[in-house]
Structure formats: structure tokens, C-alpha cells
């Protein structure tokens, strides 16, 4: 629903933005474009995501897609934010003639648009990084939009198209930083890295806890995809330790206290060599 009513939108503040001559109503349309193919890579990769894998090569299926799809809207936003603030720039100091009436009507209704989106995608914003993409991206052209009646009001009151560049630029800066935010979290999650809130000494010691074990090493933590943590590691147990108890109380404290959904977890005696031969 979000994806059909940002790309019909789309098509009308486009023309408009060419007709009235306005900056921040052609940058709003250039988020409202970057919106149409964020949603739409969005609603592929969930597709893809819970495809059932037919070639025997994807062992952890194909998840990972809506991470791909969430650095896609990172590069949109970016590349939205970049051309919006070389446009203004380039504008200072000109004298641009803009129709703040068009501005006004159009930029109203795109916040209206905006606003549904956001209320239809806000609840999978926080279950799932790819809905967050596509989130923030609205949530980019909602400030868009705002800026957009801003930018037409100002105009209108002050007759200064001034106005129109210098919220433009605000807007692209907003997106550049919202961008990068995202972005910190997709790479967390493409470099597997501990997730995030999740401390590995302190998932560490509640292992090492676990009655029977006496060490814990080749501990690995990462995300998946939103909501699918995993984990691996070592447990070096003493000799009198019964191993299925030591692996059923290791796989509670990390699925209760942790969230970690998936644990692979090894069983050693103490007496076991061999595993400081990995060198990474």
C-alpha cells in the first residue's frame, strides 16, 4: 500500500516541481523517487527472504536479501542527499523564480501521502532492518514535504526565493545524516558483528556459568537479519560434566537472556586439544 501510494505521488510532484521552478519540491520528489524503489526492493527482498532454497548452497538461506535491500536505500538516500545540496549550493547567489502556490498545494498533499506511509510501515520498522530502510526513507520525505510548505510559505511571505534554496539544503543534510545512521547498522550487521546491546564478555561469563562448564572460547556472535541472532562457540566441560544437561542450560541463557534465535554450540572435555590451531 505504501509503495502504490508513494509511486502514484511521485509522478505528480514531479511535474509540478518542473512547472512551479522550486528546488525543495523537486528535491521532495527526488526522495518520493528514491521512496518508490526503496519500498520496491523492500517488498522483493521479503520475498526473496522467505523463498525456500531449492539448491542446497544457501545454508542459511536467503535472508541476508533484506540486509542487501536496507544498503540500497542507504545508497538512495545518499545519492538524493548529495544532489540536493550541489543543487543548492549552485543556486546561491542566483535569482530563481519560484510559484509558491503550487508549493504549498502539492507539498500539503505529499506530507498527507507521507504520513499513511508511515503510520502502515512503522510497526515493521522495528521488527525488521529492511522495513526500517523503507521507513526512513518516508520518514526523509515527511520532513521533505515539511520543508517543502516551510520553503513556499516563506517565499510566499518574504517574496525572497532564497527561501526555496536554503530549506533544500537543510533537507538534503537531514537525509545525509539519517543515511549514515542506517548505514553504521547494515554494515554492523554485513561484517558480523555482535549485535547490537548484545556484550560478547558479558555472553561470555553466563556461558562459562553454566554448571559443568570450566572455559568457553571461539565465541562468535551476529545478526542474520533483523530479529535472527546467532551464535557459536566452545564449551570446555569437567570430566564428570553430563554434556546434553550443559548444552540444554547453554542454549536457555542464550536464547533467554540474550535472543540469540540459532546456537551451534561444541562440547569439549578438558582434556581435548586441537582447537588453538585456528589462527583466526
Excluded at 510532484?13 to 525543495?24: H, N, R, T
Aim: glycine share 12%; aromatic share 6%.
Amino acid at each position: 500500500m505504501s509503495f502504490g501510494l508513494v509511486g502514484s505521488y511521485f509522478v505528480v510532484e514531479l511535474v509540478y516541481g518542473l512547472i512551479s521552478g522550486s528546488l525543495a519540491l523537486l528535491s521532495d520528489a527526488g526522495h518520493m523517487a528514491a521512496d518508490v524503489v526503496a519500498l520496491g526492493a523492500a517488498l522483493v527482498a521479503t520475498r526473496i527472504a522467505t523463498r525456500v532454497d531449492l539448491t542446497g548452497r544457501r545454508t542459511y538461506g536467503s535472508y541476508r536479501a533484506e540486509v542487501f535491500a536496507s544498503l540500497l536505500s542507504v545508497l538512495l538516500m545518499l545519492g538524493v542527499a548529495v544532489y540536493v545540496v550541489f543543487e543548492a549550493v549552485g543556486r546561491i547567489g542566483e535569482d530563481a523564480e519560484v510559484a509558491s502556490g503550487p508549493m504549498l498545494i502539492v507539498g500539503g498533499i505529499g506530507l498527507a501521502v507521507n504520513l499513511v506511509a508511515l503510520l502502515l510501515l512503522r510497526s515493521g520498522a522495528s521488527e525488521s532492518l529492511n522495513v526500517k530502510g523503507a521507513y526512513l526513507e518516508v520518514v526523509a520525505d515527511t520532513a521533505g514535504s515539511v520543508g517543502v510548505i516551510l520553503a513556499g510559505w516563506l517565499v510566499m511571505a518574504t517574496g525572497q526565493p532564497v527561501w526555496d534554496t536554503a530549506v533544500a539544503l537543510a533537507i538534503g543534510l537531514f537525509v545525509a545524516v539519517r543515511a549514515v545512521g542506517l548505514g553504521r547498522e547494515v554494515f554492523a550487521v554485513l561484517g558480523q558483528q555482535a549485535p547490537a546491546g548484545m556484550d560478547p564478555g558479558t555472553v561470555a561469563d553466563d556461558l562459562a556459568a553454566v554448571p559443568g562448564v570450566q572455559d568457553v572460547h571461539d565465541l562468535h556472535l551476529w545478526t542474520l537479519t533483523s530479529g535472527m541472532n546467532v551464535a557459536t562457540a566452545h564449551l570446555v566441560t569437567a570430566d564428570q560434566a553430563d554434556g546434553h544437561s550443559v548444552l540444554d542450560r547453554a542454549r536457555d541463557v542464550l536464547q533467554d537472556r540474550h535472543g540469540v534465535a540459532h546456537a551451534t554450540l561444541q562440547v569439549e572435555p578438558a582434556d581435548h586439544v586441537g582447537c588453538d590451531k585456528v589462527g583466526w
